[in-house]
């Protein structure tokens, strides 16, 4: 196996988690925030997964989007002043075409 399908399997992994996050986490939080004001009569709990659902989100965003390129070790899909993000279908820097493995 070489080094770019590994790099390609982590950009996914990353992609996925950050897909998982943006879908998940408004509900999941509304979910526990209804369920702990029912039985804890609190709405602690749902006030404190809405900040960390926030955080996960920033953490694999940041993750995302500064993703280095197998290639050229840049950030795959923009520079410091512009970011294709999911869009970019080849580096930025080098050209290596997402998801290339030669
Ligand atoms: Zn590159």
Known sequence: MNLYEDNWRR??????????????????????????????????????????????????????????CPLCGKWFSGTWWYNWSFLARKCVHCGLRKFSVE
Not at 23 to 51: C, E, F, N, Q, Y
């Open 11 to 68: 950009y996914r992994r990353v992609r996925a988690l950050l897909l998982i996050i943006v879908i998940s986490w408004i509900p999941i939080a509304m979910l526990v925030g209804t369920l702990s004001r029912w039985l804890l009569k609190t709405s602690i709990v749902g006030s404190i997964i809405l900040p960390i659902g926030l955080l996960l989100f920033m953490i694999m965003a940041i993750r995302f989007q500064t993703f280095p």
